[in-house]
T-cell receptor, first 111, second 117 residues
Framework: TQLLEQSPQFLSIQEGENLTVYCNSSSVFSSLQWYRQEPGEGPVLLVTVVTGGEVKKLKRLTFQFGDARKDSSLHITAAQPGDTGLYLCAGAHSNDYKLSFGAGTTVTVRA | NAGVTQTPKFQVLKTGQSMTLQCAQDMNHEYMSWYRQDPGMGLRLIHYSVGAGITDQGEVPNGYNVSRSTTEDFPLRLLSAAPSQTSVYFC????????????????FGNGTRLTVT
């Protein structure tokens, strides 16, 4: 059983559309990270959120940490083919040396 | 800086064979870890190390051994490979994940794709 549940598992949209990826857990995290992974490569960090209710923007990507620090969302506005990839969320607990990853959402943006 | 370097990139083993996956980082990171990635299951932590001479088990440690004799290197050993160990393996490092997750993202290598027949 995954500690972090991501939904949807797959998402295919047309260029210019918006999309939202969700990351949910019953556990409270001290921080949550979002990574993007392209085929044949390792994941690369996009953002870290630490405060309940925190919203961070990275160009067309908006990340939100839930008020209770149990869930997070990633919203992409006007998606482009370059946004295609596997998006992974990862949660950390204070005084813990481990990051727990969700199973990921595969996003495909069609030109 | 090369970052995190993993070798080999691809490997095929027969059941029962042993091998070592190599991982090296040149960023002087204290924290290093090994994950395996399987379809639909995300990344699962195998072993991790918070510094030279210190290692600990993650979520799925069975069948794998690690050691950390230097800050730079963190090899993963499969003593007797099994088909269930067919996976993509990622090594990742961080400046000090255990002290400051916010300022310590994981830096991943590009993975080793292992097939056990």
């Amino acid at each position: 059983t995954q500690l972090l549940e991501q939904s949807p598992q797959f998402l295919s949209i047309q260029e210019g559309e918006n999309l939202t990826v969700y990351c949910n857990s019953s556990s409270v995290f001290s921080s949550l990270q979002w990574y993007r992974q392209e085929p044949g490569e390792g994941p690369v960090l996009l953002v870290t959120v630490v405060t309940g209710g925190e919203v961070k923007k990275l160009k067309r990507l908006t990340f939100q940490f839930g008020d209770a620090r149990k869930d997070s969302s990633l919203h992409i506005t006007a998606a482009q083919p370059g946004d295609t990839g596997l998006y992974l969320c990862a949660g950390a607990h204070s005084n813990d040396y481990k990051l727990s990853f969700g199973a990921g959402t595969t996003v495909t943006v069609r030109a | 800086n090369a970052g995190v370097t993993q070798t080999p990139k691809f490997q095929v083993l027969k059941t029962g064979q042993s091998m070592t996956l190599q991982c090296a980082q040149d960023m002087n990171h204290e924290y290093m870890s090994w994950y395996r990635q399987d379809p639909g299951m995300g990344l699962r932590l195998i072993h991790y190390s918070v510094g030279a001479g210190i290692t600990d088990q993650g979520e799925v440690p069975n069948g794998y051994n690690v050691s950390r004799s230097t800050t730079e290197d963190f090899p993963l050993r499969l003593l007797s490979a099994a088909p269930s160990q067919t996976s993509v393996y990622f090594c990742a490092s961080s400046p000090n994940l255990y002290r400051d997750t916010y300022n310590s993202p994981l830096h991943f290598g590009n993975g080793t794709r292992l097939t056990v027949t």
